[in-house]
Every structure is written in C-alpha cells, then in structure tokens.
C-alpha cells in the first residue's frame, strides 16, 4: 500500500484485495475504508461480475468511498470464470457486461475498468455511460 508515497499529482487508486469486501456492505466499507487510510489512496477499486458486487460498490460510495467499478475479465474471479478468458464475445455475455457497466455508473462510480472485452463492446459501453472508462 505504500505506492502512494512521493506522489504529488495523481489519483492513486487502491484495488481491493480478494476476501476482504465480498461478505457484506459493512465489510466492503471498512475494507475500503481501511485502504484509503492505510495506503493514503484517492479511491478504491471494485471488481465487479454480477449485482451482488454493484450493491456492495453502491453502499461503499454512499459510505463517502470514492469507488472505480471493474467489469470485463476480473482477475480474482478467474476460477468462477473458467480461466484467464476475453468476456463479451456471446451477444449474452455482452449484454451482461454492458448492464453491469450501467450499473456501477448508477451505482455511483466515478469511472469503470473495462478489461479484456471487445473493442465493440468497449466503445459501446463508453458512449453510454456519463464517466470515464479505462481499457
């Protein structure tokens, strides 16, 4: 947690750790809470593949967390996902990806990671949302 020392001007935004947020809000609070403090973090990063994950950002934001959703391929959800693997590519996989972009933003998060989704998709979902998007 320490990258955030020297900086001077730039957002530093710490990634939640697998285990510490996907138990409830109270845990994805005081995790976030505990990030931001610790690493001296701007915001934190929530990875997020279904709409349990979106409630769990939607609370941490109204906590007073600035929160950076992430859909696409999640890292820490590989082995539900069935490996490391591009998501979009299925007009279903694709609708649900675009909907959980949606969803962050309602949820109120300040900008979405879009990893390892069709450049389509990616631009898609870009258009319609109102906050930044990153990949």
């Given at each position: 947690l320490g990258s955030a020392a020297g900086v001077t001007r730039a957002l530093c935004v710490g990634d939640l750790p697998f285990g510490c947020y996907e138990a409830s809000v109270a845990a994805a609070v005081e995790s976030s809470v505990r990030v931001m403090k610790e690493g001296a973090m701007d915001a934190v990063k929530m990875e997020t593949m279904n709409a349990g994950r979106v409630a769990?950002?939607?609370?941490?934001?109204?906590?007073?967390?600035?929160?950076?959703?992430?859909?696409?391929?999640?890292?820490?959800?590989?082995?539900?996902?069935?490996?490391?693997?591009?998501?979009?590519?299925?007009?279903?996989?694709?609708?649900?990806?675009?909907?959980?972009?949606?969803?962050l933003q309602d949820a109120g998060c300040f900008s979405v990671v879009l990893e390892c989704i069709p450049s389509e998709l990616a631009a898609a979902i870009t258009e319609a949302l109102d906050i930044p998007t990153i990949g």
């Open positions: 769990l950002a939607r609370g941490v934001v109204e906590a007073g967390v600035a929160v950076m959703g992430h859909v696409g391929l999640t890292p820490q959800a590989v082995s539900v996902l069935g490996g490391f693997r591009s998501l979009g590519k299925s007009a279903r996989e694709a609708e649900e990806v675009y909907d959980l972009a949606l969803s």
